[in-house]
C-alpha cells in the first residue's frame, strides 16, 4: 500500500491509481476501485479529455453518459505524446498502486513503458489493461468495440429468436464485463503483492470477457458438439420458463427444475398437464414446447400481470414484470437498494446515476467525490508530486497540461 492516505473510507483506502483510460471499459473499472476508496487520478488529453465529455445527452453543457463511469476520480490533463509529459507520468508511477490502461496492444511500450521496463522500474505496481482480443494472438491489433466483441464471441449468436437474426444486448455489455473482470484481477493482485510484494500485469479483454459468460451455453457445445439454436425468451434447456401472456402484458415466469414446474403448474390449476405424457418430463415438455405454451397461455392470459405476480410469488414460483428503466426506478425494491443515487455536482446540481450493485456493512461502497471537470485537479496532484509553481508554468506554457 503507498504512503499516500486518501481521506475516503472503503475497502481499497490508501491504494493510489493512475487511469489512463477512456471511453466505458477501463473508466468502469476505475469507478469501481474509486467507489471502494481508492484515490484515482483520471489522466485525459489537453483540451478536450476523454471523447465521452462530449457525448450522450448534455444537461448545461455537461455529459450525464460521461457522470455514469466518471464518479470518485480527480482528473488532471497531461500530453503523453510530449517528453515532458511522460516524464510526469513516470512522477505520478513512483507513487502509484496501480495503472490501468484501454490503449490498443503496443501503444504503452512506444510511450517507453513496455512489460519489462514497468517491471523493472516499479515492480510493486499493478498494471491493469483492457483491449479488444488480448495481447497475443493474430487478432491482437485490431480495433475492437462492444458491437464487435458481442458479434465475434458467440454471445450475439445464441441472442434473437428462433426465426429472427442475432441479436445484440442494448447495453455495452463486453465494456462493463471486461472493467469488472479487471477490477477483480487488480484486487486479486493487490491482495498477492500484500504477501509477496510484487506487483503484476493483469489483462482482460472485451471477447474473452464475453466468452467467460457464455456458462451452460458453451458447456451444452462441448458435450454435444452442436452450436446452441437461439431461443429468444424461452430457456435453452428447460420449460416452461420465459415470457407468458397475461391479459395487460407478459409475466416473466421462471421454475428451473422440477419441483418448481410443479408448483406452477399446480398455482394455476394444471397439475393434471403431468399426467399427459407429452409434458410429463423436461425432456419431453422441451419436444412439445409450442404445445404446453398454448395450454399454459389459456390460463395466464384470464389474470392481470400484477394478480399472477401476486398469485405465484405466494406460491414460491419465481416471476416478475418487464419493467421499463422508468419501472425500474421507480420500483420499491431498487430503491431499498439505492441503485439510483444523485452525485452533487455544485453549480451543475444533482445528477442520477446508478448505484453500487456490491453491498459491504464494514467498508461499503460510496461517493467520496463528485464528477470532475476536465483537469480540475492539475495542478493539485502535480503540486502533490513536489512540483513548484515554475515548473507548473513551464510545463502549460509547453501545452502539455
Not at 10 to 27: E, H
Request: hydrophobic letters at 40%; glycine letters at 10%.
Amino acid at each position: 500500500m503507498s504512503d499516500h492516505h486518501s481521506p475516503a473510507a472503503g475497502s481499497l483506502a490508501g491504494i493510489r491509481v493512475i487511469d489512463l483510460t477512456r471511453v466505458i471499459s477501463g473508466p468502469f473499472c476505475t469507478q469501481i476501485l474509486g467507489d471502494h476508496g481508492a484515490e484515482v487520478i483520471k489522466v485525459e488529453s489537453p483540451g478536450r479529455g476523454d471523447v465521452v465529455r462530449a457525448q450522450g445527452n448534455m444537461v448545461n453543457g455537461f455529459s450525464w453518459y460521461f457522470a455514469q463511469f466518471n464518479r470518485n476520480k480527480r482528473s488532471m490533463t497531461l500530453d503523453l505524446r510530449h517528453e515532458a509529459g511522460k516524464a510526469v507520468l513516470h512522477r505520478l508511477l513512483e507513487e502509484a498502486d496501480v495503472l490501468v490502461e484501454n490503449f490498443r496492444p503496443g501503444v504503452l511500450a512506444k510511450m517507453g513503458l513496455d512489460d519489462e521496463t514497468l517491471r523493472a522500474q516499479y515492480p510493486r505496481l499493478v498494471v491493469g489493461r483492457i483491449n479488444g482480443f488480448g495481447s497475443t494472438g493474430p487478432y491482437r491489433d485490431r480495433p475492437a468495440y462492444d458491437f464487435i466483441a458481442q458479434a465475434m464471441s458467440g454471445f450475439m449468436g445464441v441472442n434473437g429468436p428462433a426465426d429472427g437474426e442475432p441479436m445484440r444486448a442494448a447495453p455495452p455489455i463486453s465494456d462493463m464485463v471486461a472493467s469488472q473482470n479487471l477490477a477483480f484481477g487488480i484486487c486479486a493482485a493487490l491482495v498477492r503483492r500484500e504477501r509477496s510484494g510484487q506487483g503484476d500485469i493483469v489483462e482482460t479483454a472485451l471477447t474473452n470477457g464475453l466468452i467467460g459468460m457464455m456458462g451452460y451455453l458453451a458447456a451444452e457445445f462441448f458435450a454435444t458438439d452442436r452450436v446452441p439454436a437461439r431461443t429468444g425468451n424461452d430457456h435453452p434447456m428447460l420449460y416452461p420458463y420465459g415470457l407468458f401472456r397475461a391479459s395487460d402484458g407478459e409475466v416473466a415466469i421462471a421454475p428451473s427444475n422440477d419441483a418448481m414446474v410443479e408448483r406452477l403448474l399446480k398455482a394455476l390449476g394444471m397439475l393434471y398437464l403431468l399426467d399427459d405424457e407429452r409434458f410429463a418430463d423436461n425432456t419431453r415438455r422441451m419436444a412439445n414446447r409450442e404445445a404446453l405454451r398454448e395450454c399454459l397461455t389459456e390460463v395466464t392470459e384470464t389474470r392481470s400481470v400484477d394478480a399472477w405476480i401476486d398469485h405465484l410469488n405466494r406460491a414460491g414460483v419465481p416471476c416478475g414484470r418487464v419493467h421499463d428503466l422508468r419501472e425500474t426506478f421507480a420500483d420499491p425494491q431498487v430503491q431499498a437498494q439505492q441503485m439510483r443515487i444523485e452525485l452533487d455536482q455544485g453549480e451543475l446540481g444533482r445528477i442520477p446515476v446508478t448505484g453500487f450493485p456490491v453491498k459491504m456493512q464494514e467498508a461499503p461502497a460510496a461517493v467520496h467525490h463528485p464528477v470532475p471537470r476536465l483537469g480540475e485537479h492539475t495542478r493539485e496532484v502535480l503540486a502533490e508530486l513536489g512540483l513548484d509553481d515554475g515548473e507548473l508554468r513551464a510545463l502549460e506554457a509547453q501545452g502539455v497540461i
